[in-house]
């Protein structure tokens, strides 16, 4: 399936074809971002010693003393065009209107699906992470994976996490105590900066970032906002997290009558259904991203989705705070 025509191909996958269509050829991505001087292997391994230095945290992502990054002039413009022509705000074009309540009056969302200019600047990265349990408030982050769509040089991050604690599920995913537990292992809070360096390395300038994950509303997402908040982080506002979970329900829905039908929504399962080879181990941070990476040009393929329909299924992390908030 992943050798069929370019041109029958849905105009999401067209987005990232040409470096998935390299990708399955080869196996692996050759291009990879890694922290500072460690050399993390895809199963875990490592080849040198972590080193401590002196970072900048003045990137898109900030400490929560750092002041919020302001949106790019095309946003500014185009913000400013919806609050004047809204009759429903009552606003005299005279008056002053912050940035913020520019933005608390719009759906950035729906404006960046609608606005092609403000599409062509989102990039959209597939992540995954690995635990130490299941529980958001006591349990760590011990693995993280990221992959830029857009492919090239450094367009992967990968890395293993020092959660200072034992490792209760390492069944799951193979990653014991004695791997993480280190000091040539980054902690979150060294790591985050680098991260966050990581994803403005690939995205463009005055832009917005696209994370997707499967489970990521009930699982990634949460440990990543928990993580972040832990280490008085805050995840930024330019970033949109979307769960290909919803996707996959929906093709199971689609499908249900037909004899073509994915057996369950798992990634796993999805695998098996488009008859995508395993690259490495399963429930590794990296081999889910790669995994998750193919399948979504097939799923974006058969809903027939682009793009922008899977900008307005996103939600920022303040969203998605503020709705678990409401609904507890």
Known sequence: MLQAPRGRIHSLANFYWESF?????NGVNNSSFKPLASNYGIEGGYSRRWTRRPM?????GRSKTNQAAKPSNLVRKTLDEKVSKSTALNINKTEEISEHQQLQNCCIQQMIAENKDLLDLVTFIIYDTETSGFSRKDDRIIEIALQDL???ENSTFQTLVNPERHIANFLVHGIKTDMVCRPDVPRMEELIPIMLQFVKSRQKPGGY?????HNSFAFDLPFLINEFDRCSYEIPSNWL???TLSLACELVKSK??????????SL???REHYKIPLVSKAHRAMSDVRTLAMI??????????SLPNLVTRSLTASEYVNNKRKKS
Do not use: I
């Open 21 to 25: 269509h390299n990708t399955s050829r």
């Open 56 to 60: 900048s945290t003045r990137t898109d």
């Open 150 to 152: 857009s492919g090239g």
């Open 209 to 213: 970032v696209l994370l997707g994950a």
């Open 241 to 243: 997290f979307m769960d």
């Open 256 to 265: 249900s009558e037909g004899s073509n039908a994915p057996s369950g929504t």
């Open 268 to 270: 796993r399962a999805l």
């Open 296 to 305: 979504l040009q097939m799923l974006t393929f058969d809903l027939k989705l």
